[in-house]
């Protein structure tokens, strides 16, 4: 029986363990893919404090080296079921059955997907949602970025260094991305910026992905295209549980908890306005806090 179960190796989920171990929690991680999360995938991080700017991957082993410093117990098993009682908090994963008296879930969010024909038929093959993992395939290739948000911006920036030329391509006239990317975006020679357009179909040929075409009809030759529309909560393991939701997202209340008790949720599962580091490191501390001194 732990004290606390953790699901999501994430900033979110690792804070929250930082700060269980450091109040004597008997606690356990659950991640089912890479401990770091969605940090792993991103290719510059130049907001977040004490760091001018680093790389995603190296934050995420700095997480992980400090999760093994502090001999925080993780486990790498992906949650597949939760059942929530009163006193008894129940996680199963692929290969075993943990209980706890608390539960975070910190499980993030995965990119959403335009819904095309052959979408999912050429994800990895041409079609990518993470530059810093698929875009030295795509050196002095053309390459196009669908999005309009920050994530959009700081990526189709990162391809710029990497491939040839970047057609960033955006529904509306405005992004909604921080200043700062969206002037060096509008500054950066190779990218080309489409506004007020969107992909409606994918150009392949002899089963290759050759570009997209768009909803004015234009067609662009491209090798890569790299999807940045939204995202979706990882929240399937929670489906036979009666928690609050808010289009997909765990709702909590500003101790962090759900409206069961003894659950609490943080980080980008989590229903909120802002979805950065900071905070979702920031809500994973402040929730431990909370259920300690409850
Ligand atoms: C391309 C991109 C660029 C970004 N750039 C910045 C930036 O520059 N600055 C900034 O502040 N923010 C940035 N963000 C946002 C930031 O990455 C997130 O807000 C933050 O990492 C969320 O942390 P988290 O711990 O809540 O979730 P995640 O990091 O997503 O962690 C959730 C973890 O839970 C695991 N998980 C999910 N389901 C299960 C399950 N069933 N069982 C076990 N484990 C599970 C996942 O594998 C994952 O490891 C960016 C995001 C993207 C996509």
Redesign the pocket.
């Known amino acids: 029986m732990y004290d606390l179960i953790i ?8 804070t929250a363990s930082i700060y269980a171990k450091r109040a004597g929690m008997k606690v356990l991680l ?10 792993n ?2 290719s ?5 404090p004490g760091y001018a700017s680093i790389a ?1 991957p190296d934050f995420a082993y700095n997480l992980f080296e400090e999760v093994n410093k502090l001999q925080i117990e993780y486990k790498l ?4 079921d939760v059942i929530l009682e009163e006193t008894t908090k129940l996680v199963k ?1 692929t290969s075993n059955v943990y209980e706890a008296k608390y539960l975070l879930i ?4 995965h ?1 959403k997907m335009l819904g095309l024909k052959n979408e999912e038929k050429f994800l990895g093959r041409g079609i990518s949602t ?2 810093l993992c698929d875009g030295a395939l795509y050196k002095n290739s053309d390459v196009a970025v669908i999005g309009g948000g ?2 959009a911006l ?2 189709a920036l990162y391809l710029a260094n990497i491939v040839n030329k970047v057609y960033l391509i955006h529904r509306r006239e405005e992004f909604r991305g921080e200043d700062t990317l969206i002037k060096e975006v509008k500054e950066t020679k190779n990218i080309e910026l489409i506004l007020n357009n969107e992909v409606t179909e994918l150009k392949i040929e002899d089963d290759t992905l050759k570009g997209i075409v768009l909803k004015d009809g234009k067609e662009i030759n491209v090798k890569g295209i790299f999807i ?1 529309v939204g ?1 979706l909560p ?1 929240t ?2 929670l489906e036979r549980t009666d928690l609050k939701m808010e289009d997909g997202y765990i709702v909590v209340d500003k101790y962090h908890e759900t409206n069961i008790k003894g659950v609490y949720a ?4 989590t229903k909120k306005e802002i ?6 490191a920031s809500e ?1 501390a402040e929730a431990v806090v909370y259920m300690t001194n409850k």
């Open positions: 699901i999501g190796m994430g900033i979110s989920g690792i659950l991640e089912g893919s890479a401990p770091g999360g969605t940090i995938k991103i510059t991080i130049e907001n977040y995603g098993e992906k949650v597949t994963t910190a499980s993030g969010r990119p993470c530059a920050s994530s700081s990526e940045y995202f990882n399937a393991f943080s980080g980008d599962v979805y950065q580091i900071v905070n979702a994973g």
